[in-house]
């Protein structure tokens, strides 16, 4: 169930986590405006239809490889009376012809080395960077951030350091890390590298 009440459908391989609720929190605490909202790997859908709740005038988009994901996202989103938009598409491709003003994810934690990977393909996909990396997920955003606009991401600690890396390659700088309540996970703002001025 929902925080507002509505009860959306999971599957076994992704469910409802607290990490979802806190980017969640955090985006609708710092931004307020009506603007186009872009999540990558959107799953069943809750950050996108929790988004669309809080915000019903946002436009929301969700990317999601996974068809049958997209299809329960529709549903879910349906069934909690929001709306959005969900499309199949792969986060190492996806170009919009009009960039976001917010892109926000809760991404795959670790890489294929780190840990034993689920049996459960769809859980392992959700857990583990097998369809997508770190970078895939950062060359997408600057791809298809705005200028002005910002994105909002949770990853482990422990990848902080490849976080700040990658970024820096595209073009991408970190302008807030926030450390979760569980400790071993923060939740990061991006944003455009802006041109010094002389």
Same mark, same amino acid.
């Given at each position: =169930?929902?925080?507002f009440?509505?009860? &959306?459908?999971?599957?076994?391989?992704q469910?409802?986590s607290s990490?979802?609720?806190?980017l #969640?929190d #955090?985006?609708?605490?710092?931004?307020?405006?009506?603007?186009?909202?872009?999540e990558?790997g959107?799953?069943?859908?809750?950050?996108?239809?929790m988004l669309?709740?809080?915000?019903?005038?946002?436009?929301?988009?969700?990317i999601e490889i996974?068809? $049958?994901? #997209?299809?329960?996202?529709?549903?879910n989103? %349906?069934s909690?009376?929001?709306?959005?938009? !969900?499309? %199949?598409?792969?986060i190492? %491709? !996806? #170009?919009s012809?009009?960039k976001y003003? &917010? &892109?926000?994810?809760?991404?795959p934690?670790?890489?294929?080395?780190q840990?034993?990977?689920s049996?459960d393909?769809e859980r392992?996909?959700?857990? $583990?960077?097998i369809?997508c990396?770190m970078?895939?997920?950062?060359?997408?955003i600057?791809r298809n951030?705005?200028?002005?606009?910002?994105?909002y991401l949770?990853?482990?600690?422990?990848?902080? %350091?490849?976080?700040?890396e990658?970024?820096?390659k595209v073009?991408?700088?970190?302008?807030?890390k926030i450390i979760?309540k569980?400790q071993d996970k =923060?939740?990061v703002?991006l944003?455009?590298?802006?041109?010094l001025?002389?």
């Amino acid at each position: =169930m929902l925080p507002f009440g509505k009860i &959306i459908c999971q599957t076994a391989g992704q469910g409802i986590s607290s990490d979802c609720q806190a980017l #969640v929190d #955090v985006v609708l605490q710092a931004e307020n405006q009506s603007f186009d909202v872009l999540e990558l790997g959107s799953g069943n859908g809750i950050i996108a239809i929790m988004l669309a709740y809080y915000r019903a005038n946002w436009k929301i988009t969700g990317i999601e490889i996974q068809t $049958h994901l #997209v299809a329960l996202s529709k549903q879910n989103s %349906e069934s909690a009376g929001v709306k959005t938009s !969900f499309l %199949e598409a792969d986060i190492k %491709e !996806f #170009v919009s012809q009009n960039k976001y003003d &917010i &892109i926000v994810s809760n991404p795959p934690y670790f890489t294929k080395a780190q840990g034993r990977i689920s049996p459960d393909m769809e859980r392992a996909i959700s857990r $583990h960077e097998i369809l997508c990396n770190m970078q895939d997920v950062l060359e997408n955003i600057s791809r298809n951030l705005k200028k002005s606009g910002r994105a909002y991401l949770i990853y482990p600690q422990i990848r902080f %350091e490849q976080l700040q890396e990658i970024s820096e390659k595209v073009n991408l700088i970190i302008e807030d890390k926030i450390i979760l309540k569980n400790q071993d996970k =923060m939740l990061v703002k991006l944003g455009n590298k802006r041109d010094l001025e002389c």
